[in-house]
Antibody, heavy 118, light 113 residues
Framework: QVQLQESGPGLVKSSETLSLTCTVS????????WSWIRQPPGKGLEWIGY???????IYNPSLKSRVTISVDTSRNQFSLNLNSVTAADTAVYYC????????????WGQGTLVTVSS | DIVMTQSPDSLAVSLGERATINCKSS????????????LAWYQHKPGQPPKLLIY???TRESGVPDRFSGSGSGTEFTLTISSLQAEDVAVYYC?????????FGQGTKLEIK
């Protein structure tokens, strides 16, 4: 059974960079796309972007100028960097696996709350 | 960008009764290459990650009870729970994956009446 687990600071200062890592266990990171999705408090889900194990990335245009997603196949991990954060970036951040047949998400991490403080 | 709009925003249904949630996309999500609709449904309970229920608009994910069903095509879709159970209380989201950026509906909160 594939499992995903997010890790990283729960508190980030405004204007700094949010960095999270997702560790994949129970399966290989190879041959799949891996995604970041977030949910601000009281709001809906927002797709941030995803990365193929080979390094190809697709980002949400609304965040593209501030987002970098990277992958480390040797550690079965992928990471999110979001720079110049503001209070609007406060959210629960989920990592997820994109299904092979379509861009829906079949495995999710538990999510981690990141709060941006001033 | 494709905008997904769900209705209603919240819904209260008696145990054992049918629950119906609607989702409308701002443009068709029917993928001509395979004649399938790029529409998924998720169940989201507090403190848990979203759980995939339905994909390709009507294909149930493995392990999902058969009381959950999806229907619709083009721009209008429905998630139906045929006989509501207490464990079905959650927020339900639709998601289009026809085109990037992939987008979700605002969510429908389902409660017990």
């Amino acid at each position: 059974q594939v499992q995903l687990q997010e890790s990283g600071p729960g508190l980030v200062k405004s204007s700094e960079t949010l960095s999270l890592t997702c560790t994949v266990s129970g399966g290989s990171i190879s041959n799949y796309y891996w995604s970041w999705i977030r949910q601000p408090p009281g709001k809906g889900l927002e797709w941030i972007g995803y990365i193929y194990y080979s390094g190809t990335t697709i980002y949400n245009p609304s965040l593209k100028s501030r987002v970098t997603i990277s992958v480390d196949t040797s550690r079965n991990q992928f990471s999110l960097n979001l720079n110049s954060v503001t209070a609007a970036d406060t959210a629960v951040y989920y990592c997820a696996r994109k299904d092979v047949s379509g861009s829906f998400f079949d495995y999710w991490g538990q999510g981690t709350l990141v709060t941006v403080s001033s | 960008d494709i905008v997904m709009t769900q209705s209603p925003d919240s819904l209260a249904v008696s145990l054992g009764e049918r629950a119906t949630i609607n989702c409308k996309s701002s443009q068709s999500v029917l993928y001509s290459s395979n004649n399938k609709n790029c529409l998924a449904w998720y169940q989201h309970k507090p403190g848990q990650p979203p759980k995939l229920l339905i994909y390709w608009a009507s294909t149930r994910e493995s392990g999902v009870p058969d009381r959950f069903s999806g229907s619709g095509s083009g721009t209008e879709f429905t998630l139906t729970i045929s006989s509501l159970q207490a464990e079905d209380v959650a927020v339900y989201y639709c998601q289009q994956y026809y085109g990037s950026p992939f987008s979700f509906g605002q969510g429908t909160k389902l409660e017990i009446k």
